[in-house]
């Protein structure tokens, strides 16, 4: 699949997820938590798709990226806990 395929197909997946992103919303107003563990697992889902899909286009390696990442974020959001640790920012 071509760089450009690849990009339709990640056009293609977005109101999926916009779609999967507000069931996760209802699932966490409901409070009822088979919804909520399955609507999570769909949202998770998707964003291993596009991963993947910014992997194969090479633009990051999946496994690399996503945890630094989740830990830039973290760090970068909250530096009351995490102090001066050097998050990319």
């Known amino acids: 699949m071509s760089m450009g395929q690849k990009s339709k197909q990640m056009q293609s997946l977005r109101h999926l ?43 990051f390696l999946i496994w690399r990226t996503l945890p630094m990442k989740i830990c830039d974020k973290l760090i970068n959001r909250h530096p009351h806990i995490y102090g001066d640790c050097g998050g990319e920012k």
């Open 17 to 59: 997820t916009i779609e999967e992103t507000y069931e996760l919303g209802d699932a966490i107003w409901t409070m009822i938590w088979r919804k909520l563990k399955k609507e999570l697992g769909d949202v998770l889902l998707h964003i291993v798709f596009y991963a993947k899909i910014g992997s194969e286009t090479n633009h």
